[in-house]
Structures are given as structure tokens and as C-alpha cells.
């Protein structure tokens, strides 16, 4: 009881001398703050550069031109969401991907812009780099694990036409499904 005693008196005294509060403290963690935004804007070389570009090129060759900021002025940054309605009956075990396309979604040989596949709710958003004033197309399909063509596939009533503005949005392109002959859709081109 005595060595109970001198514990007790022990741990009163440190914590009575302010010992136990400043060991139990804690620094606060630091704070990192990641700057991403693009510090040298890109400038395009006065045309007496261009000259002398295409002075020092071989004959017969062609100067290779700097990269044109206009091709990116000439892009639009779209966004688009939506939900996947299916058939009524059981609910299929197949995976549901979103393909957004320049063009008619359901033609294989168009250029596929974004390929992803549906939440568990059934909803999806897509983020594309497309040309401005240019036609979209949404497609939904349910695609068999074994590799084979989809046969429960849908396209959004309406193409999505672009504005000539630099960001646009598009909510609410649902895409409801239905059986069919089996289909193939664009693949993402080759790297």
C-alpha cells in the first residue's frame, strides 16, 4: 500500500509541475499547399523567328512550325451527366460503360472521345476536349465479361451540339437501354 501510496504522489507531482499536459501535446501537422497553375504562359515566336525557321531548313523540306495556341481556342472543354434507365425485368450482371463519340455513337468507325464505366447507381459524367460547334453522340451499353458485342445498348434521344463557347455543360442525358442485335462500338485509337 506504501509503494501505491508514492505512485499516486509521484504522478500528482509531475502532473502538478506541468510535465504530463506538455508531453501529451501535439504539433499541429503542417499545411502543404500544392501551386499547379501554369507560371510561364506560352508565347508564340515573332514572325522574323519564322523566317529565319524556315531560312535554316534543308531545301525541299518543309520548317516544322512552333504549336499553335489556336488549335486550343479552337477546343471546347465539355461536361456531361446523366443516368442509365434499364429494360424492366431482372437487372443484368453485364458492366455498363458510357461512350461519347464525335458523331453518331452507334457507327464503330467514328473518333471516340471518352469511353467510362457507369457508377453503381447508374449515373455517369464525362469530361471531353472536343472541337466547338461539333456534333456529339452518347451511347450507354451493358458489355458481356466474354468479349462478345453488346446486345443491351441505348444512344441519347438527342446529339449534343456544341456552342462556339470554351466551356459547356450538359446535364441530364439519360440513356435508357434496350435489347437488340449485337453491336460493336468505337474502340479508343491505338497509342
Known amino acids: 500500500m506504501r509503494n501505491a501510496r508514492r505512485g499516486v504522489t509521484f504522478f500528482l507531482g509531475l502532473l502538478g509541475a506541468g510535465v504530463l499536459p506538455s508531453a501529451c501535446r501535439r504539433e499541429p501537422a503542417p499545411v502543404i499547399v500544392i501551386d499547379a497553375r501554369n507560371q510561364a504562359a506560352p508565347t508564340r515566336p515573332p514572325p522574323a523567328a519564322m523566317a529565319d525557321l524556315a ?40 458492366r455498363l460503360f458510357v461512350y461519347v463519340t464525335q458523331g453518331d455513337c452507334l457507327n464503330d468507325a467514328v473518333p471516340l472521345l471518352r469511353r467510362l464505366p457507369v457508377s453503381d447507381n447508374r449515373t455517369y459524367f464525362a469530361a471531353v476536349i472536343a472541337p466547338r460547334g461539333s456534333s456529339l453522340s452518347v451511347c450507354a451499353a451493358a458489355e458481356p465479361a466474354s468479349g ?34 449485337p453491336r460493336r462500338f468505337p474502340a479508343p485509337a491505338a497509342r
Not at 150 to 179: C, N
Open 55 to 94: 531560312a535554316a531548313s534543308p531545301p525541299g523540306t518543309a520548317a516544322a512550325a512552333p504549336a499553335s495556341a489556336d488549335s486550343a481556342e479552337e477546343d471546347a472543354a465539355v461536361e456531361i451527366s446523366g443516368e442509365i434507365n434499364l429494360p424492366p425485368g431482372p437487372a443484368t450482371k453485364d
Open 148 to 181: 462478345k458485342p453488346p446486345h443491351l445498348y441505348g444512344r441519347a434521344r438527342e446529339a449534343l451540339t456544341l456552342a462556339k463557347t470554351a466551356d459547356q455543360s450538359f446535364r441530364d442525358i439519360d440513356i435508357t437501354l434496350a435489347e437488340s442485335s
